[in-house]
């Protein structure tokens, strides 16, 4: 059996802490993943939100996503599990991040479990994930594990290592444990998988005007 693990990291630069957190727990679920079982895989979807910034905001004004981009939605809503990490920006998610959030298709992430998290400077924005991600996703219907991992810039190689290592072997464990384990999820709907031709659009309007 062969999981999708779609991780969606929201760092603005290169490298970003972002980036290496979402990294860690990338590696940390998949290794929980596999412990499930012999004959188990996991295939790793990397969706680095920086790459589509022009694109996202094409998108929204146009309301139809192309290209990279829509590989990169789809990546999220054909995921087994979700990992998602945002940098913290005036006490909430990054601007970016959720206006690529927003052109996630609805009902596509229901029942979907996901492993929330964060970074920032200070551990003074560490309920970020709390009040901030932890409603969003549940607003979509995701599962959200109940360890959220935040980690400030002191957590990287500093006296918090040890414990961000701690809560980053348990999400992904909470995340393991749900992926697979639930009600099924609902297919996924294709908008473009039923369009009625010009012609008879013009037949319609045609019959509706006499």
Do not use: N, W
């Not at 802490?17 to 590696?27: F, G, V």
């Not at 694109?55 to 998602?84: H, I, K, N, Q, W």
């Not at 809560?167 to 999820?185: D, F």
């Amino acid at each position: 059996m062969t999981y999708v693990l779609t991780v969606v990291t929201a760092g603005l630069r290169t490298p970003s802490s972002t980036r290496l957190l979402a990294d860690r727990l990338a590696q940390a679920s998949g290794d929980a993943l596999r412990r499930r079982g012999p004959d188990v895989d996991v295939e790793v979807r990397v969706v680095e939100v920086r790459d589509h910034a022009h694109p996202v905001a094409d998108a929204l004004l146009t309301g139809f996503p192309t290209g990279a981009l829509r590989s990169a939605l789809a990546d999220v809503a054909e995921a087994d599990a979700l990992v998602v990490v945002s940098p913290t920006f005036q006490g909430s998610y990054s601007g970016l991040f959720k206006s690529f959030v927003d052109l996630v298709e609805p009902g596509v992430l229901r029942g979907t479990p996901v492993l929330l998290a964060a970074t920032g400077g200070s551990e003074r924005h560490s309920l970020v994930v709390e009040h901030a991600l932890r409603p969003l996703f549940a607003y979509l219907g995701a599962v959200g594990v109940p360890t959220g991992v935040y980690a400030a810039t002191a957590d990287f190689g500093g006296d918090g290592s040890a414990a961000l290592d701690e809560r980053i072997a348990r999400a992904a464990g909470e995340l393991a444990a749900l992926t697979g384990g639930g009600a099924p999820r609902p297919a996924r709907r294709d908008e473009f998988a039923q369009v009625t031709p010009f012609e008879q659009l013009l037949a319609r309007a045609g019959a509706a005007g006499r």
